[in-house]
């Protein structure tokens, strides 16, 4: 589903609730909508209950017939699917022709989709790439992939082999997520969600007690104002914010 799509059906969202579950209650199902949540992907609605193909249908054509939502732009509904956690070991930190140019996420995903073995698998995130050690020439690889409650997909690949170049890579499980936290309501490095003290959120741009979506709303530097030395014009609609802060944890301009 297209960013549009999602923004305009959130609008209504609890009105959305209502109609989908006086639908299901004509159907004599016993599964509720409790409430639908969103995020850059698309929407996710919650139910009382597992939900069952039928009623996966009465929801997907009720989204699909709503106001200002383009059908061809939704996609077919799924049940939710877990993370499984995989490494890659045995590649260099500079497979490519030119000794300076290091491995990159993007080379990774560049390796994945030319691998057969990963040809059912769908990313969870970026892959991050980490040197084994810091004198070494080689990294491990973490992957973070969608799978079935069962694992059947992490277990397919885990110990198989594959080519990198003139390399031979294996893929071992993993535990989860290694690296730092970063808290996506204060965007400080080093905790998780349950252990923030910050009520409320932080904008990433300005670090203001604002949602970083209402930056613009919230914050002067987007605002007009004519009664300062240097006129200061407001930021045109749709444009992001232009300005520039320090960063909230190294204080860098970044």
């Not at 070991?89 to 140019?101: D, K, M, R, V, Y």
Request: aromatic share 8%; proline share 4%; with cysteine.
């Amino acid at each position: 589903m297209s960013s549009e799509n999602i923004i305009s059906f959130m609008k209504s969202s609890s009105l959305h609730v209502a109609n989908i579950n006086r639908l299901l209650r004509n159907t004599k199902s016993d599964v509720l909508v409790d409430y639908i949540r969103s995020d850059n992907t698309g929407i996710t609605v919650i139910t009382s209950k597992v939900t069952q193909q039928s009623d996966m249908s009465i929801i997907n054509q009720y989204v699909k017939n709503s106001n200002n939502i383009n059908s061809l732009q939704v996609e077919e509904p799924h049940l939710p699917k877990s993370k499984s956690y995989l490494k890659i070991i045995g590649i260099p930190f500079f497979p490519h022709a030119n000794p300076q140019e290091k491995l990159m996420s993007n080379d990774i995903e560049t390796i994945l989709k030319q691998n057969h073995i990963f040809d059912n698998i769908s990313l969870a995130s970026k892959p991050r790439v980490i040197k084994v050690s810091l004198k070494s020439d080689m990294v491990i690889v973490w992957l973070d992939i969608w799978d079935v409650q069962s694992s059947n997909n992490t277990k397919m690949l885990i110990n198989r082999c594959f080519n990198v170049g003139n390399y031979i890579a294996t893929i071992r499980g993993a535990n989860m997520n290694p690296g730092i936290p970063q808290y996506k309501n204060c965007w400080k490095w080093g905790h998780a969600t349950f252990s923030c003290r910050i009520q409320g959120a932080k904008c990433v741009k300005c670090n203001s007690l604002h949602k970083s979506e209402h930056h613009r709303e919230f914050r002067w530097c987007c605002k007009a104002n004519t009664k300062i030395n240097l006129p200061r014009l407001e930021t045109k609609k749709g444009e992001p914010c232009p300005h520039s802060f320090k960063c909230s944890n190294c204080h860098g301009d970044h």
